[in-house]
C-alpha cells in the first residue's frame, strides 16, 4: 500500500519499480484534500491497482481490506496448480489477463467475450471460466465451433429439432442450448456466424427461451455464455458484419489475451512446460543457443505455433542432457545466426525519440533504462538478486544499492508502505 501526498515522477517509478510493472499489487492512497485529477490514470498506468483519497468515503479501511480480500484470492487462484499447470505466464500481459478472467468468472455470473489472436489460449481460458464458475448446481460444459456449422443444419445444431421436422430426422434432437442447461456454453469463433443466425440467438440469450425446430412449444434454458473470436468485432459493427445489439449481449464481461510477442518473457518458460509435458522423463534444459533461437522466432501461430517447433525439437532430442542446437529441424533453423547487438538497434532509437518528445531529459531516459533492466531482470530471476546481478554485469552489492536508491527518490515526496 502506498500513501502519497502529491503526485510526481519519484513516485510513479517508485509504484512502476515495486510493482514490477504491474504484477504485484499496490494500493495508492492519497491523504485527506490530496487533489488527485488525471492523475489517478499515470498511477495506474504506473502499476498501481487502485487508487483514491483516504476521506472519498466514510470507511476507507473497510474499502481497502476488501480490495486486498478480492486480490488475494484472485492471485492466489493464478498460482495454483489448475492454472499454473494449464496457462503458463508471469508477464504482465499474461496476468492482467488472468486477473480479468479469474475476476469474472468467480464473481459474477456475467456473459464473457475472449478476444485474441489464433493460438492465444481462448478456448483453455473459456474451460478456466466453467471450473471456476460458483453456480452450487453448475453442469457441464458445452463446446460450439461456429466455423464448422452449416448453415442448414444451424437452427438443428443450437435449438434441436422434433421427430419429421425435416428429412432425415427420424428421432428428437436436443440442441446446443438444452445440452448446456445449467452449465457453460462455449461459442468459439463467434464472430463466424452469419448476421441471420445471430438475430435467432439473440432472444435466446436475452430471454433463455427457444423452440425446436419444427416444435411449437417454448423450452427454457439458463446456461452461461463465453465466446471467444479472434476478429475484431468493434470493426465488423462498424462494417455492417455483425449486429451490435448482439455483441452486447455477449460481452457482459470481456478479456483479451496477448500475443506471444507481447509476452516474450513467456516464451521460454512455455518452451519448458511443454518439454516436460512431451518428455516427463527428461530434465527441461536447453543449451543458450536453442534458449535465444526460440526469443527470436516471430510466431505467427502465437503458443499454439511455439508448441509445434518443441514438439519437432522434442522428437529429434534424444539422451538425458539438455536439448541443443543439432535438435531443432533443419526447416525451422534460422538462415542467418541472429548477430549480437541487434536490441539496440531501431526499437531503442524509436523509444528514445518518444521520451526525447515528450521532454524527458538524457538523466531520466538513463535513468529509466536502467530501471526498466533491473526491473525486468529481477523479476525473470524470481527476485534472486545474485543471478540478476550477474546477467546485469555487475554485483550484488551494486544492484542492491541500484533498487535501495530507487526506492528513496520514489519515497521522497511522501510516506511509502508496502
Keep these: 500500500m502506498c500513501f502519497f501526498n502529491q503526485i510526481s515522477s519519484h513516485l510513479l517509478d517508485f509504484i512502476r519499480l515495486e510493482s514490477r510493472g504491474g504484477v504485484e499489487r499496490i494500493l495508492a492512497v492519497a491523504a485527506p484534500g490530496t487533489r488527485i485529477g488525471d492523475g489517478a490514470w499515470l498511477l495506474?498506468?504506473?502499476?498501481?491497482?487502485?487508487?483514491?483519497?483516504?476521506?472519498?468515503?466514510?470507511?476507507?479501511?473497510?474499502?481497502?481490506?476488501?480490495?486486498?480480500?478480492?486480490?488475494?484470492f484472485v492471485d492466489d487462484t493464478i498460482a495454483s496448480p489448475l492454472v499454473r499447470e494449464n496457462l503458463v505466464g508471469?508477464?504482465?500481459?499474461?496476468?492482467?489477463?488472468?486477473?480479468?478472467?479469474?475476476?469474472?468468472?468467480?464473481?459474477?455470473?456475467?456473459?464473457?467475450?475472449?478476444?485474441?489472436?489464433?493460438?492465444?489460449?481462448?478456448?483453455?481460458?473459456?474451460?478456466?471460466?466453467?471450473?471456476?464458475d460458483t453456480r452450487p448446481e453448475k453442469r457441464d460444459l458445452?463446446?460450439?465451433?461456429?466455423t464448422t456449422i452449416v448453415p442448414?443444419?444451424?437452427?438443428?445444431?443450437?435449438?434441436?429439432?422434433?421427430?419429421?421436422?425435416?428429412?432425415?430426422a427420424v428421432s428428437a434432437r436436443d440442441g446446443a442450448f438444452a445440452r448446456a442447461d445449467m452449465g457453460t456454453l462455449f461459442l468459439d469463433e463467434v464472430g463466424d456466424l452469419p448476421l441471420g443466425l445471430q438475430a435467432e440467438l439473440l432472444r435466446v440469450v436475452q430471454e433463455h427461451s427457444y423452440k425446436r425446430v419444427g416444435g411449437n412449444q417454448w423450452q427454457q434454458t439458463r446456461f452461461r455464455l463465453v465466446c471467444a473470436t479472434n476478429r475484431d468485432l468493434q470493426q465488423d459493427q462498424a462494417e455492417?458484419?455483425?449486429r451490435r445489439d448482439f455483441y452486447y449481449r455477449i460481452a457482459g464481461c470481456t478479456c483479451k489475451l496477448p500475443p506471444l510477442r507481447e509476452r516474450t518473457e513467456d516464451i521460454l518458460p512455455l518452451a519448458e512446460f511443454f518439454l516436460r509435458q512431451l518428455r516427463p522423463d527428461h530434465e527441461a534444459a536447453m543449451d543458450e543457443a536453442v534458449r535465444e533461437y526460440l526469443l527470436q522466432q516471430t510466431y505467427a501461430g502465437n503458443v499454439r505455433?511455439?508448441?509445434?517447433?518443441?514438439?519437432?525439437?522434442?522428437?529429434?532430442?534424444?539422451?538425458?542432457?539438455?536439448?541443443?542446437?543439432?535438435?531443432?529441424?533443419?526447416e525451422d533453423r534460422p538462415a542467418v545466426p541472429p548477430s549480437a547487438g541487434q536490441w539496440n538497434g531501431a526499437e531503442l532509437e524509436a523509444a528514445v525519440r518518444r521520451a526525447l518528445a515528450g521532454g524527458a531529459t538524457l538523466k531520466e531516459i538513463g535513468q529509466a533504462a536502467s530501471a526498466a533492466a533491473i526491473r525486468i531482470v529481477?523479476?525473470?530471476?524470481?527476485?534472486?538478486?545474485?543471478?540478476?546481478?550477474?546477467?546485469?554485469?555487475?554485483?550484488?552489492r551494486a544492484l542492491q544499492m541500484r533498487r535501495a536508491a530507487q526506492r528513496e527518490n520514489g519515497m521522497a515526496d511522501g510516506e511509502a508502505i508496502a
Design 44 to 72: 495506474l498506468q504506473a502499476g498501481a491497482s487502485d487508487v483514491f483519497r483516504w476521506d472519498h468515503s466514510p470507511q476507507p479501511e473497510l474499502e481497502i481490506a476488501a480490495r486486498f480480500e478480492r486480490w488475494r
Design 90 to 132: 508471469k508477464s504482465k500481459a499474461w496476468i492482467s489477463a488472468l486477473r480479468r478472467t479469474v475476476e469474472a468468472a468467480a464473481f459474477t455470473e456475467a456473459p464473457v467475450l475472449i478476444t485474441g489472436e489464433s493460438g492465444t489460449g481462448k478456448e483453455l481460458v473459456a474451460r478456466l471460466i466453467h471450473t471456476l
Design 142 to 146: 458445452v463446446v460450439l465451433d461456429c
Design 152 to 168: 442448414e443444419l444451424s437452427g438443428s445444431e443450437f435449438f434441436g429439432h422434433e421427430r419429421g421436422a425435416f428429412t432425415g
Design 240 to 242: 455492417g458484419r455483425f
Design 305 to 330: 505455433d511455439l508448441k509445434q517447433i518443441v514438439t519437432r525439437i522434442s522428437h529429434r532430442h534424444v539422451g538425458p542432457g539438455p536439448v541443443s542446437a543439432g535438435d531443432i529441424a533443419e
Design 378 to 396: 529481477t523479476a525473470e530471476e524470481d527476485g534472486n538478486l545474485r543471478r540478476a546481478a550477474q546477467r546485469l554485469g555487475i554485483t550484488d
